[in-house]
């Protein structure tokens, strides 16, 4: 088996970018690089050679453009190589899926994704060899989401779910993903502990990265959110110096049982709505302050309404 093959992931959703790499990592051996941004899948793209890349995984609607619009400029310039890669979002028209296969899409499927369906297409796209025969599953979290819901369902009470992220304000990177966070703080054991202590003891934090959290938090209504809120982003300004806070930004998601959805999918729509505009809205406001352009073609990016 080629060790140096990659299956990129890009997908501005915490949430949703971990579940699908656990999903991956459980099915297959290969090396998973993760993304949360066109302009992030660029620079890679400019220093990777393509034939490493086994496939993509991408989302449509991105903060900085679409996932269309990081193909086309790349096949602009590679006219004789073409990117693998899988087309996702929560809502996909006739016109997007034909200039997705144009462009030599392996598939374009819609969220929520349906994992077992998923497994049949790659297996039919990835060779063999990247087939892992049995591994035990690490989406946890999910499962353990969907089963609060049901408590709460059987309890009749309210149960909030909250993600918050921190990212780099200058190209929406994760800062998980660069060594200097160490540099800022050491997230991942200083920012959970201080956040538990202000935790009731029914509430549960679970890390998905060193620099994004998802908080599991039953009952509690959209009131009690909005503390949560809060705290997280005090917490944050309190361990992060003003300095070092100018560079970075945190983005929150939240929704709320019943009042938001009485099912999993779309309480996590409804986190991923809110995750989205604010990235959105982030991207916007440093393209703004940078005078560059929003997406890798250089045109503004399509509202993502409904990804």
């Known amino acids: 088996m080629a060790s140096n093959k990659k299956l990129l992931v890009v997908e501005d959703s915490p949430l949703f970018r971990v579940s699908m790499s656990n999903f991956l990592k459980t099915h297959y051996a290969f090396e998973i690089e993760e993304f949360n941004s066109v302009r992030e899948l660029t620079e890679f ?9 086994l496939l993509i995984i991408l989302d449509q609607y991105l903060p900085d453009g679409t996932g269309l619009e990081a193909i086309s400029s790349y096949m602009e310039e590679h006219e004789n190589y073409k990117l693998p890669f899988i087309l996702v979002s929560a809502s996909v028209d006739k016109e997007t899926v034909t200039r997705a ?3 030599g899409a392996k598939d374009v499927i819609t969220k929520p994704v349906n994992y077992e369906k998923l497994k049949e297409r790659l297996d ?3 060779a063999p060899e990247y087939m892992v025969k049995e591994k035990k599953s ?9 089963n609060e819901v049901k408590r709460a369902r059987r309890g009749d009470y309210n149960l909030s779910i909250t993600m918050a992220g921190i990212f780099q304000k200058t190209d929406f990177k994760s800062i ?5 966070y160490r540099q800022i703080i050491d997230l991942e054991k200083k920012y959970p502990d201080e956040l538990q202590k202000t935790m009731r003891e029914t509430d549960t934090i679970v890390s998905l990265s060193p620099s994004e959290y998802l908080f599991i938090l039953p009952f509690t209504d959209k009131k009690g959110t909005e503390v949560i809120v809060k705290k997280i982003s005090t917490i944050f300004d309190q361990l992060v110096s003003e300095e070092e806070r100018k ?3 945190m983005v929150t998601g939240t929704s709320t049982y019943p009042d938001d959805g ?12 809110d995750f989205k505009k604010q990235s959105v809205q982030q991207a916007e406001n440093s393209n703004a302050s940078h005078g560059t352009s929003p997406d890798a ?4 990016p399509e509202k993502p309404g409904s990804s």
């Not at 690490?138 to 969907?146: G, H, K, T, V, W």
């Not at 009485?262 to 709505?273: G, H, Q, T, V």
């Open 45 to 53: 793209l400019k220093k990777t050679d393509p034939e490493e890349i």
């Open 101 to 103: 296969f144009k462009q």
């Open 124 to 126: 039919n796209i990835i």
């Open 138 to 146: 690490i989406m946890d979290y999910y499962s353990q989401i969907m």
């Open 176 to 180: 998980h993903k660069e060594s200097f």
């Open 247 to 249: 560079n970075l930004v």
């Open 262 to 273: 009485d099912s999993l999918d779309k309480l996590i729509a409804k986190i991923e709505e």
């Open 297 to 300: 073609a250089g045109n503004k």
